[in-house]
């Protein structure tokens, strides 16, 4: 498990083989300057919509002893979802 930090007050716990792969997604976007929508449980309940570009600091932390391996299919997935209008959603429990 490991956990995506959004500012200072805002963090979620994500399985680490989908956060690996939100942070493929991350450095391209942000790289090339693109911005999008990203929802996502929340851990007061319900979803959370968060607005990512380069102006806002996000932190990914990997808690496990080994890193997990990219899924290149998953990443091209959640690409594709991140061009879209509505962004790009994750489901989990949180």
């Given at each position: 498990?490991?956990?995506?930090?959004?500012?200072?007050?805002?963090?979620?716990?994500?399985?680490?083989?989908?956060?690996?792969?939100?942070?493929?997604?991350?450095?391209n976007?942000?790289?090339?300057?693109?911005?999008?929508?990203?929802?996502?449980?929340?851990?007061?309940?319900?979803?959370a919509?968060?607005?990512?570009?380069?102006?806002?600091?996000?932190?990914?932390?990997?808690?496990?002893?080994?890193?997990?391996?990219?899924?290149?299919?998953?990443?091209?997935?959640?690409?594709?979802?991140?061009?879209?209008?509505?962004?790009?959603?994750?489901?989990?429990?949180?």
């Amino acid at each position: 498990m490991g956990r995506l930090i959004y500012r200072p007050d805002q963090t979620f716990d994500i399985d680490d083989t989908l956060l690996v792969a939100l942070r493929v997604v991350l450095m391209n976007k942000l790289r090339r300057r693109e911005g999008f929508m990203l929802h996502l449980p929340s851990p007061q309940g319900g979803r959370a919509s968060l607005w990512v570009s380069p102006h806002v600091p996000i932190v990914l932390q990997f808690y496990g002893r080994f890193p997990p391996r990219v899924d290149r299919a998953l990443v091209a997935e959640m690409m594709q979802e991140a061009s879209e209008p509505d962004g790009l959603t994750l489901f989990y429990e949180s």
